[in-house]
């Protein structure tokens, strides 16, 4: 597939430092505003050795799932016995969250030595901050001797900075209207950018289900040469959704027919994971799991702020970073399938760039009350008008607006009593909620 080298879109925008201070100890300077491709990427790699060329890797992009899947692999890697890697974004209270070694975040003194081996480069090829952690996490993944690194796309796929290697196996979850002004206007534009991480000889794998997308997907992969493989929505069997686990059967060719239980929740979630199941069909037999490491690997996975419920004090509150209609869909979905302590109070922050008019009808139907809130950490130029979607809403209880995060949180919280939280509308929104309450994703 043709690669451009450049795009004048920033796509770094999309994906800022939010709160945590040791961001700035790791890369004191960055480029800001610069032109979209992969040749900063690879000629920073090329300076410091190519570290991606030293560990097997696994390559994940979609809409929505696609760090769940990520996290999934890795979990199964390392349950066979390989020396895994793990590189998602964003994070949610802390950079850390981002590169994990065996399930395992680097200490920041780790973190600080490597960093400090690329800057020179990092600075030198003027990369932007996504781009820097990019390189940052394969140097890390080298120095720690890592056998087999699963990646999540940050951003589309062809000029995603983690598109410069060449994995064992491709896949994407599906494809959603998300990020228009960078991807492009219509659904099967967002499909082409996000197959652009096909490679020739690469199995791509996907779950996604609409025909016209599968159809690109299917011509693509012909002209690239990448051997398509779809799992289909069917193939999960027997879906069991609570509040702590997903359990499912699923027929595979290796392993036969499997029950599965994976702590992720919900529906979205048994897709996601046959989707990672499909693809460790393709593993060379040397990394293919024996069906024990499978389940075992799936049942241990950690992936926070998904649609995740936690008790604190007597309340209960549930975390989900959607932030676009198709992962409010999910949530939603998720809602009225596992049972809740009532009142269910919505808090609720989204980006200014996203569709919060399709997104808050959904979200606000399943709720009792609400609260809409500005995302803390929010950038400047993405922040939301609270007040104008509140004045939106044409049908329901109109939700309250409190600006100030903190205030929301606590009158949330007020209202909520012995009943349910769900904290949502944006990585930030889950993020600074977890971190106020004394949550640590990475404990």
């Known amino acids: ?195 652009g991480i096909m490679k020739r000889g690469v199995p791509f794998v996907t779950s996604e289900s609409d025909p016209d997308v599968l159809a690109l997907f299917a011509g693509l992969s012909g002209q690239v040469g990448a051997p398509l493989w779809h799992v289909a929505t069917d193939r999960v069997q027997d879906l069991a959704i609570a509040a702590d686990q997903t359990s499912f059967r699923l027929q595979t060719r290796s392993w036969g027919e499997v029950d599965i239980v994976t702590p992720l929740i919900g529906a979205h979630q048994a897709t996601n994971t046959a989707l990672a199941v499909e693809v460790c069909e393709h593993l060379p037999a040397d990394l293919r799991p024996k069906t024990s490491a499978l389940l075992s690997g799936v049942a241990s996975v950690a992936h926070r702020g998904r649609d995740e419920v936690v008790t604190l004090g007597g309340r209960t509150w549930l975390f989900d970073v959607a932030h676009n209609p198709a992962g409010v869909s999910s949530l939603c979905d998720t809602l009225e399938r596992i049972e809740l302590p009532r009142p269910v109070i919505g808090l609720v922050g989204v980006l200014g760039d996203k569709d919060w008019a399709a997104m808050l009808p959904l979200l606000l139907s399943r709720c009792d009350d609400a609260i809409l809130t500005q995302p803390p950490s929010a950038p400047m130029d993405r922040r939301w008008d609270p007040s104008e979607a509140a004045r939106a809403v044409v049908s329901g209880r109109v939700p309250k607006v409190l600006e100030d995060f903190e205030a929301a949180l606590a009158e949330a919280a007020a209202l909520a009593g012995n009943g349910t939280v769900v904290v949502t509308g944006s990585v930030h929104t889950v993020g600074g909620a977890m971190a106020r309450l004394g949550i640590a994703p990475l404990a």
């Open 1 to 195: 597939m043709e690669r451009l080298e450049s795009d004048p879109r920033t796509p770094d925008r999309l994906d800022r430092p939010f709160e945590d201070p040791l961001l700035y100890e790791l890369f004191p300077a960055l480029a800001t505003n610069v032109e979209w491709g992969l040749q900063r990427t690879e000629r920073a790699l090329e300076l410091i050795g190519d570290p991606h060329r030293n560990f097997a890797s696994l390559h994940v992009g979609g809409t929505n799932g696609k760090g769940s899947v990520t996290a999934t692999l890795a979990s199964i890697t390392r349950a066979a016995g390989h020396r895994s890697g793990c590189y998602v974004s964003p994070h949610l209270v802390s950079f850390r969250e981002r590169i994990l070694v065996d399930g395992d975040a680097l200490t920041e003194d780790a973190l600080k030595e490597y960093a400090s081996e690329v800057r020179g480069a990092v600075t030198t090829c003027g990369l932007t901050f996504f781009e820097a952690a990019t390189v940052l996490a394969f140097h890390a993944f080298a120095r720690e001797s890592v056998d087999v690194a699963a990646l999540e796309v940050g951003l589309g796929g062809r000029l995603d900075a983690t598109n410069v290697v060449r994995p064992m196996v491709s896949a994407v979850t599906n494809v959603a209207m998300d990020h228009a002004d960078y991807l492009g206007d219509t659904l099967l534009d967002i499909a082409r950018e996000k197959a």
